[in-house]
């Protein structure tokens, strides 16, 4: 199983990345999964994640309204759009899985590393002023 994140870079603040995700070994269609980073000399925080169903969403306060999860479950992908992007924003991003199917949490449990069990390589997003 493995989860492949891409399309990070270098960009200028306000500008927009699209992340990506490419799962292989198994199917994530129905598993809830996110997207995590972790700036230089700090811990991974939570970004965003997706319900099994794609019908909810979740985000960390510092992203809402400017990135936007999706999965498109077809081609077992899930994607982060980033726009309007800050120097703040600079980081690794992580995609994570939940290994179970079909299954919902509590809303807080969504935040939390511990809940996923697949993690992709990371993906280097440099916003610069």
């Known amino acids: 199983v493995q989860l492949q994140a891409f399309g990070g870079g270098l960009v200028q603040a306000g500008d927009s990345l699209r992340l990506s995700c490419a799962a292989s070994g198994r199917t994530f269609s129905e598993s809830v999964m996110g997207w995590f980073r972790q700036a230089p000399g700090k811990a991974r925080e939570f970004v965003a994640s997706?319900?099994?169903?794609?019908?909810?969403?979740y985000y960390v306060d510092s992203v809402k309204g400017r990135f936007t999860i999706s999965r498109d479950s077809a081609k077992n992908t899930l994607y982060l759009q980033m726009n309007s992007l800050k120097p703040e924003d600079t980081a690794i991003y992580y995609c994570a899985a939940d290994r179970a199917s079909r299954r919902t949490y509590i809303e807080s449990q969504y935040y939390t590393r511990g809940l996923y069990d697949y993690w992709g390589q990371g993906t280097l997003v440099t916003v610069s002023s």
């Open positions: 997706i319900s099994w169903s794609g019908s909810i969403t």
